[in-house]
Every structure is written in C-alpha cells, then in structure tokens.
C-alpha cells in the first residue's frame, strides 16, 4: 500500500507540471501566459504578477518534473507548453511572454501558433538575448555535461550581490575539483548557497534539477529560429553592459517590428524589489497598447492552390499534394503527359519561398 500511495503522488505531480499554473485571476478574457526560465521554475512570474496592473488572468507554464524524460529540443518543449495554452484559451489571439531563456520558449511558442493560423496579440521578451550564432559563436562546451559546475552557476545566482556568501562561493570553487557532488551539495548547504525554493532537495533531487537546466542550453545550441512577422517587444536590463539595445535580435528581426522597452536593473535584479515593479509597470502599459497594433500577416492570405494545365471543357480536375520539402512545380511533367482530359492543381506548402512562417501542424496546412 505504501508504494501505491507513492506512485500515486507521483503521478499527481506529473499531472500538474503539464497544466498551466493560475498565477492571478483576472476579468477579461485574453489571460497572459508566461514560460517558466531556464532554472525551470516560475518564482519570477509570481513577483512580477503582482506589479501588471491589466486586468488579465496570468498563467504560468511549468516545466517537466525533474524526474521524468527531458525534452530535447526547444520545439518540442513550446509544443508541449502550447497544449497547456490550449486547454486554457482554445483558439488566439494569444499574449505571450518570457523571462531569460524562457523568452526563447516563448518566441518558439508564437512561431508554432502562427504556424497553426492563429493570432498573437502580444510578444514579450523579458531581458532574453538572441541566441541566433554562428557556429564559430558555439561553445563546444555545451556538449559536455558537468553536474558540478551547474550546480555552481545555481549557487552564484543565490550569492548575487551578498559580499559574505560570496565569499563561501570562493571556499566551494577551490574544493570544486577534488570534490564529488553530493559533498558539494552538502557544501554549498552549509554556505547557504543553493537556492531557498530548493534547499529542502537532497542531492538526488539536485542533480536531476541541475540536468534539467542543462538541457535548456543545449536545446538553444541546436534551435533553429524562424524571423516572425509580428512585433517583438524586448524589455533590456539598463544596468547590464550590451553593445546592442536589441540583445541581437536586430539580427533576426526586421527593425521595424522590434520594440525595445529600457526597464531598470542588471539580469538577475530586474525581477526583485524594487525593479520588479518598474518592470510590472512598463509590462502592463505595453500589454495594454499591443492589441491595437495587431498586423495583418499575409501568412492569413496565403492561397496554396496553383493552376498547372487547364483540361477541356468538362474535364474532371485532379489536386496534387507535393512530398516534404518539394514544390507544386514538381507535377508539371505529370500535367503534361496527361494532356488536356485533365485539369490539375497543385498545393503549395506555405513557406518554401523563405519569406512566409510555413505550417506547424497538420491540421493547419490542410485546413488552408
């Protein structure tokens, strides 16, 4: 009976990291949903909901418990928080938004749901760089998981700005290599240096959160990103030193849809008080602005249908549907040995000319 009860609670918790979280309750109808980090928690959207003065439902998407399978891909991970969307708001337009490397999830999120021919009202990247590099910009660093030094990285977010636990953080890194893991986890307790949300974890539980959090980045490294044909609203850390207002996304984006809001803070102190509420405050006034400038995309009027050849009068018609990657064009030859007893269509995919977001499902592709 004991392992049932167990199994149990851990199928509950399972159950809840794949629902969106109901941050704020709010009266209108469109909510506003926020990723979760790349911490995998949501602590930020609580602080922040606090300080968005709209009167929108907020709802936070969690990650995937750091005991079961990790997604790999940032694909994968916005499909599966589009679900989550869905069952809350079945159909747009969508307010979406994310903190750091969840600014990424939530940029994916709105190139699958325009991809599935819906509207997005509002885009929100809260202080998240463009990680659109080069190859000769990856570091091969991220193919090498080192459980030690992402534990190290979780303990310096928790030493920010605190001269005494810095100095503990010094004590940790010279013992860092002749160390095993869960002895630096007992360390790095001992400093006050993990994390309050997750100083209760033992060092099993530790070392599947810091796994967890490792396969954010690596998931970044190998994201292919797709430039979107909506406004991109960047709220950058003024405290942060930046050789670029837009944290690179000049480099995907076209100018004339990047809006970029300066909010107060470096990285880290944007989401305490008190900068947390200055952010809540630029937020709401953005939020509140964006549904007015809502773009007819011509994803919207895209037509796939492609006269090939005109049959004679009568002539029944036949609609070809290309494979993966190939164009209409490929049934010309197929048109031409059928002569004119037949009228013959092809569908293009949307997308192929390099300009238009193709689609994301399915569903959508048919259904246009």
Same mark, same amino acid.
């Given at each position: 009976m004991l392992f049932r009860s167990k199994r149990l609670k851990s199928q509950t918790s399972a159950t809840h990291a794949n629902e969106a979280k109901l941050i704020k309750i709010g009266r209108t109808a469109t909510p506003i949903f926020f990723t979760h980090c790349g911490a995998g928690e949501l602590l930020y959207v609580s602080s922040l909901a606090e300080h968005i003065a709209t009167d929108n439902s907020i709802y936070g998407l969690p990650p995937i418990s750091a005991n079961d399978f990790q997604l790999q891909t940032i694909e994968g991970m916005a499909a599966r928080m589009i679900r989550m969307i869905r069952k809350v708001q079945p159909a747009g337009p969508y307010r979406i938004a994310g903190y750091s490397l969840g600014g990424i999830f939530a940029y994916e999120i709105a190139a699958q749901l325009i991809g599935a021919d819906e509207d997005i009202e509002f885009l929100g990247l809260l202080d998240t760089h463009c990680p659109a590099l080069t190859n000769n910009d990856r570091s091969p660093s991220l193919q090498e998981f080192d459980e030690k030094l992402v534990l190290l990285i979780l303990a310096e977010s928790k030493a920010q700005n605190n001269a005494e636990l810095w100095?503990?953080?010094?004590?940790?890194?010279?013992?860092?290599?002749?160390?095993?893991?869960?002895?630096?986890?007992?360390?790095?307790?001992?400093?006050?240096?993990?994390?309050?949300?997750?100083?209760?974890?033992?060092?099993?539980?530790?070392?599947?959160? *810091?796994?967890?959090?490792? %396969?954010?980045?690596?998931?970044?490294?190998?994201?292919? &990103?797709?430039? @979107? =044909?909506?406004?991109?609203?960047?709220?950058?850390?003024?405290?942060?030193?930046?050789?670029?207002?837009?944290?690179?996304?000049?480099?995907?984006?076209?100018?004339?849809?990047?809006?970029?809001?300066?909010?107060?803070?470096?990285?880290?102190?944007?989401?305490?008080?008190?900068?947390?509420?200055? *952010?809540?405050?630029?937020? %709401?006034?953005?939020?509140?602005?964006?549904?007015?400038? &809502?773009?007819? @995309? =011509?994803?919207?009027?895209?037509?796939?249908?492609?006269?090939?050849?005109?049959?004679?009068?009568?002539?029944?018609?036949?609609?070809?549907?290309?494979?993966?990657?190939?164009?209409?064009?490929?049934?010309?030859?197929?048109?031409?040995?059928?002569?004119?007893?037949?009228?013959?269509?092809?569908?293009?995919?949307?997308?192929?000319?390099?300009?238009?977001?193709?689609?994301?499902?399915?569903?959508?592709?048919?259904?246009?």
């Open positions: 100095a503990g953080m010094d004590e940790v890194r010279r013992c860092q290599e002749a160390t095993d893991f869960d002895t630096l986890v007992h360390m790095c307790k001992e400093r006050f240096l993990i994390p309050d949300h997750l100083n209760a974890h033992n060092p099993q539980q530790l070392r599947q959160t *810091v796994a967890r959090m490792y %396969s954010y980045p690596l998931a970044v490294w190998n994201y292919f &990103m797709k430039p @979107l =044909p909506i406004p991109l609203h960047i709220f950058a850390a003024q405290e942060e030193e930046v050789t670029d207002s837009s944290l690179r996304w000049n480099t995907i984006q076209e100018e004339r849809l990047l809006r970029v809001i300066p909010v107060p803070g470096t990285h880290g102190s944007m989401m305490i008080t008190p900068q947390v509420e200055a *952010v809540g405050q630029a937020l %709401s006034k953005v939020i509140q602005e964006a549904s007015g400038e &809502m773009l007819d @995309l =011509p994803e919207s009027r895209y037509a796939p249908l492609i006269r090939l050849q005109i049959g004679r009068s009568g002539a029944s018609s036949i609609f070809c549907v290309p494979g993966a990657g190939a164009s209409a064009t490929s049934f010309i030859d197929l048109a031409e040995t059928l002569g004119d007893s037949w009228s013959v269509y092809g569908l293009q995919p949307r997308g192929l000319d390099g300009m238009l977001l193709p689609h994301s499902t399915v569903l959508a592709q048919a259904n246009a």
